[in-house]
């Protein structure tokens, strides 16, 4: 998420339909995510890859748990989420 679209969705009534399709988008590129990352584990046998792709993941549990634009700065992730 793009640092003009995190400032909207904060400012969007969280029973809003933005808010909500906002959420929804999110949890479908984490879904995405995760089965990415479960398919490097079935098709590939090199430990350094599947870490990486953990460490991926793991890297957007940070950004779905900020409360808001602060927290996720105060966790040390950019605005747009990427390293």
């Known amino acids: 998420m793009n640092a003009a679209l995190t400032g909207l969705v904060a400012q969007a009534d969280p029973d809003g339909p933005r808010f909500i399709s906002a959420r929804e988008a999110s949890y479908q ?3 995405d995510s995760t089965a990415a990352h479960c398919r490097v584990h079935l098709v590939c046998g090199d430990s350094v ?3 990486l792709a953990q460490e991926a993941l793991d890297a957007t549990t940070g950004i779905h748990g ?3 634009e602060q927290d996720r700065a ?3 992730l950019p605005p747009d989420g990427l390293g």
């Open 66 to 68: 900020a409360q808001d």
């Open 29 to 31: 590129r984490r879904a």
């Open 49 to 51: 890859l599947i870490r």
């Open 74 to 76: 105060e966790r040390g």
